[in-house]
């Protein structure tokens, strides 16, 4: 019944389950605002079907992604007021422009999209879905910059007792929030691909809609290819970082122990953090943890032996998720590279379309084992450097958190068991004849 282990679990549990439809919202709005362009531009009906069809599981996504947003605002308040007393001029900042500007303008703009199909022109009802992906992903950027911030303070000053904002755009352009963004976005615009990929193969397997699955498969493929390769990009300026600035979270990230120059990553192991050493490791390459974190073979990489035992991260969680992250995004990289040899030929490859259908859940899996990395592999900081989690939380008993958490899996629970039926519903059923 510890108030600070439960708080922590509420909020992982909260978070984790709101982040199921961030980045559909994300990168969905991005593509289905080239469909519709796709549409003012030529007139051909199939894309505005494409659109109409992808929209309304956009829809659907956002709307159940809003309602479980929303409660985590409020923690910051009920379970983390210690935190918000310390940071709260900083953090409070970030989070009061994304909901206050950016979601505001998404939700009327989508208001607008929903209802403006009789009333706009087809140009410029496209224009505000351009709006939407702009206005979503800002939102997505200013919450990326407050999590940023709290991986690396900046632009702070520690005045009557508590972090002050001194310099806004120092916290806005943060080098760590600006890799968030560059690693999340492209990965949210990924996970759209394979959404799409992934029901248009069902489709297509099926033999149903054919023209307009298959232009919406070659969209997905196209944005999941260089996505999942952009992806990979930005998860090397990340290892650098973290070696530069977080070599705690590093050490966790690949159970390394010991100081050493040429280290070696181990392809799995099973770390023992009171023995401080792997009980099991196999897979050992010399050198590579060196030139992944500071691109230079003979670097010396610090261990976590090295680093004060109330300072590390759990590793366990932070080594096997970082794993999953990598392996998942490996294979996406792999099997988008060899659907797009085969994309005029998905009529002819059945077991590629079955393998796209049962690969929509990866990129939720890595995104959400992407941010147990960032998260955990923070740990022991709630705000890296200055503020330690287990001082940032309400004085409040573990009763009232236990009772909450209850509340909160519950209700999530029926949440999401009514968006993921509608959704499947809708994507099963298929796209209607469209009337402009």
């Not at 498969?217 to 990979?232: D, E, H, Q, R």
């Not at 300026?237 to 040429?262: C, D, I, S, Y």
């Not at 799995?268 to 073979?297: C, V």
């Amino acid at each position: 019944m510890d108030p600070v282990f439960l708080s922590r679990l509420q909020f992982a549990t909260a978070t984790m389950f709101h982040f199921l439809f961030v980045p559909l919202t994300l990168g969905l709005t991005i593509l289905l605002a080239y469909m519709e362009t796709k549409y003012a531009r030529t007139g051909e009906e199939v894309y505005l079907r494409m659109t109409k069809f992808w929209g309304k599981l956009f829809l659907i996504n956002f709307a159940v992604g809003v309602v479980t947003g929303i409660t985590l605002e409020f923690q910051f308040g009920t379970n983390w007021s210690r935190y918000s007393e310390f940071v709260g001029d900083v953090f409070g900042s970030l989070l009061a422009i994304e909901a206050s500007v950016t979601f505001f303008l998404e939700s009327t703009l989508i208001g607008v999209w929903i209802f403006g199909w009789k009333r706009l022109s087809a140009k410029a009802h496209a224009f505000v879905m351009c709006l939407i992906a702009l206005a979503s992903n800002l939102s997505g950027i200013f919450i990326l910059a407050a999590n940023g911030f709290m991986q690396n303070p900046v632009g702070y000053v520690i005045q009557n007792g508590r972090a002050e904002l001194s310099d806004f755009f120092a916290v806005l352009f943060n080098y760590h929030g600006l890799l968030e963004m560059f690693h999340v976005i492209p990965g949210s615009i990924l996970l759209a691909s394979f959404f799409i990929m992934g029901i248009s193969a069902y489709h297509l397997l099926r033999k149903q809609h054919v023209n307009l699955f298959t232009k919406s498969f070659k969209i997905g493929l196209t944005t999941g290819l260089a996505c999942s390769i952009i992806v990979a990009i930005g998860g090397d300026f990340h290892g650098v970082n973290a070696a530069k600035n977080q070599p705690a979270k590093l050490a966790a990230m690949e159970a390394h122990w010991e100081t050493q120059t040429r280290a070696p990553i181990v392809l799995f192991a099973i770390p023992s953090e009171e023995q401080e050493r792997n009980l099991i490791e196999f897979g050992t390459i010399p050198g590579i943890l060196s030139f992944l974190g500071f691109h230079d073979f003979n670097a010396e990489v610090v261990g976590l032996r090295d680093i004060p035992k109330d300072e590390r991260p759990p590793v366990l969680p932070t080594f096997i998720s970082f794993r999953v992250m990598v392996g998942i995004g490996t294979f996406m990289i792999l099997i988008t590279a060899y659907g797009w040899f085969r994309r005029n030929k998905l009529m002819e490859s059945p077991t590629f379309l079955k393998i796209m259908l049962f690969s929509i859940p990866l990129p939720y899996i890595a995104m959400e084992a992407g941010w147990v990395v960032a998260e955990v592999g923070r740990q022991p900081w709630i705000v890296y450097g200055i503020l330690k989690t287990a001082d940032a939380a309400s004085p409040i008993a573990g009763y009232q958190v236990m009772l909450s958490l209850v509340g909160f899996i519950v209700v999530y629970s029926f949440l999401g068991a009514i968006g993921f039926y509608l959704m499947a519903k809708h994507a099963k059923k298929g796209p209607k004849a469209a009337t402009n």
